[in-house]
């Protein structure tokens, strides 16, 4: 079957090949009317247009490359999902990668995203993101960067966030409020921003109850399900008192519940637990998981929304803009009766 050119449509409305093209454009000089009439033609001929020739006619794909470290966590795949839904309503499709983590594969995704010659990066770093000239690289060639989530700290580059800080405070200050004062904070290992503010928010809220910061009560490694279960095995073992654990993301929290459980320890009555995102899986898990949300869906809207005024402000200098979301507190049956 013969493929519908630009012509054909010329020739069936009886108007020229640039009129055409302009149209489906949406060129300001071409008439609404003129408009109406070639996309409703294009549409009956089986017109499709060819994306390949448009991008390098117009220098621009559509395309916008995302990189987030793992899509395993409910909380970057619903931020995707706020991207995605902004940028599609604005023509816009994405190029997804994920990282899982790893530096090297953070570079090969950036590597894809630059031979795909996207208009733009939207990213969220590893935890072993320290080093940065394929980020570098980005600013080099002009191309709109935005982070979300997490960001280098150094790099003046447009971002959307939680604020950490309060996060971790609102987490700790929930647990003093239900009684608890021996409180477990379980941390990475790794030096990245997010954590680091949530532990200081923990700390914070620590000493506005006079509470001492007890550094025997402060763990860390790589976060994970063994990491909070291993944390709770060490201290029953070793007859460390604690009544309460804080961990900087869910997977460590349900492993500490696990253990917990395990070891039979009721919870929450001897023991609160509260975690960090707001899994999906926090509200369906025995007891149900306090968390603390961080407005995932709308954290990946803002950043699209954000990312769209960068394009059309791209060739001008302008200071980087960055959002702060307030996390949200949300106490469940690991923290108390709700």
Do not use: C, W
């Amino acid at each position: 079957m013969k493929r519908v050119t630009i012509e054909d449509i010329a020739a069936k409305l009886n108007i020229s090949f640039s009129t055409v093209a302009r149209a489906l454009n949406d060129h300001p000089a071409i008439s609404e009317a003129t408009k109406n009439a070639v996309k409703e033609t294009a549409t009956r001929l089986g017109y499709r247009q060819n994306k390949v020739a448009a991008s390098l006619r117009s220098g621009r794909t559509h395309i916008i490359g995302v990189i987030v470290p793992n899509l395993q966590l409910s909380f970057f795949s619903a931020v995707v999902h706020g991207i995605e839904r902004i940028m599609n309503e604005n023509d816009y499709n994405i190029l997804l990668y994920q990282s899982n983590e790893a530096l090297v594969q953070e570079a090969r995704g950036i590597d894809t995203f630059l031979q795909s010659r996207v208009d733009g990066i939207i990213a969220s770093v590893t935890q072993e993101t320290r080093e940065m000239p394929h980020y570098a690289e980005i600013r080099k060639r002009g191309i709109p960067l935005l982070f979300f989530d997490r960001a280098i700290a150094n790099l003046e580059v447009p971002s959307v966030v939680i604020d950490d800080f309060k996060g971790g405070y609102l987490a700790t200050q929930h647990l003093v409020d239900q009684g608890y004062r021996r409180i477990v904070h379980i941390n990475t290992e790794q030096n990245l921003a997010i954590f680091s503010a949530r532990e200081e928010g923990y700390k914070a809220a620590l000493i506005a109850n006079g509470l001492a910061v007890d550094a025997s009560l402060i763990v860390r490694g790589p976060l994970s399900l063994a990491l909070g279960e291993a944390t709770v095995d060490r201290f029953v073992a070793q007859q460390i008192p604690f009544d309460a654990i804080f961990a900087v993301e869910d997977f460590t929290a349900m492993g500490a519940l696990q253990a917990l459980k395990k070891h039979k320890i009721k919870v929450p009555s001897a023991v609160g637990v509260i975690g960090f995102a707001n899994e999906a899986f926090g509200s369906l898990v025995t007891p149900t998981l306090s968390s603390v949300d961080q407005q995932t869906v709308r954290m990946g809207e803002e950043s699209a929304k954000l990312f769209l005024k960068l394009l059309q402000q791209k060739g001008k200098v302008m200071p980087p803009e960055k959002i702060v979301l307030e996390p949200m507190l949300v106490p469940r049956a690991s923290s108390g009766n709700f």
